[in-house]
């Protein structure tokens, strides 16, 4: 099939604007040091994904991966941090939930070695088998099993330190459920959550609102569709129902505040995400259980 030039010249614009935006809204927030750190620990992110192939050539994708870890890595050392000042345990215990390559671990367990952080031991938990197959070959520790029934999932020690939680959530048929069950069947008093910042909730399904745009999918999988695409005020109200009350939030916009390239943000609504929700949730049954129907 013949490529249209005009969408072609388009998208070359597009990842050009995204590119220098990404840039500039790492250096605006001083993360660039966290993704140096973190691609020399990992330097090949190749296989972050079971079902996107993504071409590490693609410098768009690789910055916009690499933002979004930093990020993610960050707000988790400091949520480590937090709970090594409560704890007295020799050793914190991390729940991944949907982890798909263990990359988070590897990048957590040599930051934490630096910073002197104790030891900090994971778990990756992942439906998807091939993502299991990945991290167990990669010499961590991972169970297969849908999120919804971790609780309840063979060989699952219940009761981690801190639950992570990185684009997962949007993934779920029943986050409310998911949530909720880990408030009530565990002991884990903390959560760190990432999910897409949307300024308006809506319910994802791309492949149904857009079916052109899905085409680098062989098939449509728990892993590349999100059902729930919800604004973290939305997100907020479903953690407080669920049992965990949000204790510290940031946005990792992919753009810089305050800056020409800000405007960027109207074409990355259309064809991206303009960022990324993280939240620090803290288990909080006072207002779950007014709600009697569970």
């Not at 988790?76 to 020799?90: D, E, F, G, I, P």
């Not at 939930?97 to 671990?105: A, E, K, L, P, Q």
């Amino acid at each position: 099939m013949t490529k249209n030039p005009i969408k072609e010249l388009l998208k070359k614009i597009f990842y050009k604007f995204a590119i220098e935006s990404l840039h500039s809204a790492n250096r605006q927030t001083g993360r660039l040091g966290t993704i140096k750190k973190i691609s020399s620990i990992v330097p090949n992110i190749g296989d972050q994904y079971s079902t996107w192939n993504f071409e590490t050539s693609n410098t768009y994708d690789v910055i916009k991966i690499r933002s979004i870890h930093a990020f993610q890595v960050e707000f988790t050392l400091a949520a480590l941090k937090k709970l090594r000042s409560q704890s007295a345990r020799n050793a914190l215990s991390v729940v991944d939930i949907g982890d798909s390559s263990g990359t988070h671990t590897r990048y957590l367990q040599a930051l934490c070695s630096e910073l002197d952080m104790g030891e900090v031991e994971f778990l990756s938990v992942n439906l998807d088998s091939d993502a299991v197959e990945r991290i167990l070959a990669k010499g961590g520790c991972a169970i297969q099993t849908r999120v919804e029934d971790l609780h309840q999932a063979a060989g699952y020690q219940k009761h981690p330190d801190l639950y992570l939680s990185f684009q997962t959530l949007e993934h779920l048929f029943d986050p409310i459920s998911c949530l909720h069950n880990l408030a009530v069947e565990t002991s884990t008093e903390y959560f760190v959550i990432t999910v897409p910042f949307l300024k308006r909730s809506r319910v994802g399904l791309k492949h149904l609102r857009k079916p052109n745009s899905v085409g680098r999918f062989k098939e449509i999988n728990a892993e590349n569709t999100h059902i729930f695409e919800l604004s973290p005020e939305d997100w907020k109200l479903i953690f407080r129902f669920s049992g965990w009350k949000p204790v510290h939030e940031e946005v990792f916009y992919m753009y810089p505040r305050r800056h020409m390239l800000s405007l960027f943000r109207y074409a990355l609504r259309r064809f991206d995400f303009e960022g990324f929700y993280g939240v620090l949730l803290k288990k909080n049954l006072d207002e779950s259980d007014i709600y009697k129907d569970w």
